[in-house]
């Protein structure tokens, strides 16, 4: 489950890629009707060859979206479906009070865009709905709630409830107990295909579900990132920076997750707008109708650096490093030499600045950081790969199969059918790397100064 696409693939046991699709969803904002993945489930199950021979399914999804369930699963028009209220994506941000309740309560920072904070917003400002409601569950826990009928929260990892919520921090926050569901763990068995699923989507009775996990904890396997000091860089309407370290960095800029191998930890952080702030360039410079590799192309032509002109890509706020969902969009450096090249250029390099932001942060804690490894739809284009590796510095690496969300999935699956013996295993044997980009010492310079202006814009303007 991504933000506009659900996608699924459908692998054999060896793990070969065997059938891929995809569907759009639109959201409204950041909210979107449930229905409209109930649609494009049935859509997607319906292009793929017949399922009646599957095994088992893993569901991955973006987090922390919540769903306010009202009901249990139901075939309605053919659709798989619950009722529920609006789903709240990744990128609301109207809990900002309630996040600041959370976090004094838990005594670490929890930002207004997680799980906790929403359902709190709710309670608090919209006790209709509270009340309605049956289960909070993510995008992913809802579609397993639809195949399966069983309500689970799915936690990446042992030690990482600060994240999600415990039952001491519901009771002080006077949010009932069991409208949230007991945590599950990837790879554990989740329950099997009901007579529902199967009706609508194909899927025979009883295939077993195997518990996922959140988008960052499957495309780190699904790039191979199981080593110290290797990043998967997961790039899609957001970004998502995730490097593979002996401990935790302790710092509020960035977050400490388990990483999905024992004992190594995952720090990272979110970047708000990457491939969000793409499409809003593209639509906005007036290339709505022209392709992705028509825009990048024209990005091309203008010079490394874009004649100085500097982007903020705070489109929407901003989360990791600075935390502030104030920040906004800035071209800082226009003059009569700049075109819609230079514009569309300084965009694409904004993103990779704000790369390059959380992996500095990183390197100021003391960590080594890496190759990157690329996952998602940017990471199709050679220009943007390239671009990466000359503001980062570092070696950018692309997977074989790009959608690491699916692959990662089909790990977990692997490793849950006894195929191999650990997600290490099953990551090192199955994922392979088609394309190397190296950073060009020509450039590098001119990026350093760069991004120095890049940081200094978002201190000078912060405060106004």
């Not at 390099?349 to 704000?354: I, K």
């Not at 990662?408 to 980009?437: C, K, P, R």
Request: charged share 20%.
């Amino acid at each position: 489950m991504g933000t506009s696409t659900l996608k699924a693939a459908l692998f054999d046991d060896r793990g070969a890629l065997c059938f891929l699709n995809h569907a759009k969803i639109v959201s409204q904002g950041y909210l979107i009707d449930p229905l409209q993945w109930s649609s494009s489930l049935k859509a997607l199950c319906s292009s793929f060859p017949p399922l009646d021979k599957v095994d088992s399914v893993v569901i991955s999804g973006n987090g922390p979206t919540l769903v306010p369930v009202y009901g249990a699963p139901q075939i309605k028009d053919g659709l798989l479906v619950c009722e529920t209220g609006l789903a709240r994506l990744w990128n609301e941000h109207r809990a900002d009070e309630e996040s600041r309740i959370v976090s004094k309560l838990s005594a670490s920072f929890v930002d207004a865009s997680f799980s906790l904070p929403k359902a709190l917003y709710v309670y608090r400002r919209e006790p209709e709905i509270y009340e309605k409601t049956k289960y909070f569950l993510s995008s992913y826990d809802y579609f397993n709630y639809l195949l399966t009928g069983v309500p689970k929260t799915i936690i990446h990892a042992k030690g990482s409830e600060r994240w999600y919520w415990s039952e001491d921090l519901l009771v002080k926050l006077g949010l009932d107990i069991s409208k949230f569901p007991s945590f599950c763990y990837p790879g554990e068995f989740l329950g099997s295909v009901s007579s529902l699923a199967e009706k609508s989507l194909g899927l025979k009775q009883g295939t077993k579900v195997y518990v996922g996990a959140p988008d960052f904890f499957v495309s780190i396997l699904g790039t191979g990132t199981v080593a110290l000091g290797r990043v998967c860089d997961r790039s899609g309407t957001s970004e998502g920076i995730n490097l593979c370290t002996a401990k935790p960095l302790g710092d509020d800029r960035l977050m400490a997750y388990r990483h999905p191998i024992h004992p190594y930890y995952n720090v990272s952080g979110f970047i708000s707008s990457s491939g969000q702030a793409l499409d809003w360039a593209k639509s906005t410079f007036g290339l709505t109708d022209s392709s992705y590799d028509m825009m990048y192309g024209e990005m091309a032509q203008a010079k490394a650096g874009c004649n100085k002109l500097v982007f903020l890509p705070y489109l929407c706020g901003e989360r990791a490093p600075i935390w502030d969902s104030d920040a906004r969009g800035v071209f800082n450096g226009l003059g009569l030499d700049t075109g819609r090249p230079e514009m569309l250029r300084a965009v694409a390099e904004g993103v990779c600045y704000a790369v390059r932001d959380v992996i500095t942060v990183m390197e100021d804690l003391g960590a080594e950081v890496g190759e990157l490894r690329l996952s998602g739809g940017p990471a199709h284009s050679g220009f943007l790969n390239q671009l990466k590796a000359d503001i980062t510095g570092r070696e950018v690496l692309v997977p074989s199969l790009t959608d690491a969300e699916l692959v990662g999935d089909m790990l977990i699956a692997q490793t849950a059918t006894g195929h191999f013996t650990s997600l290490a295993e099953a990551s090192q044997n199955l994922v392979t790397i088609a394309h190397w980009y190296v950073p060009d010492p020509g450039v590098k310079n001119l990026y350093d100064d760069l991004f120095g202006v890049y940081k200094a814009t978002y201190q000078k303007l912060k405060t106004i």
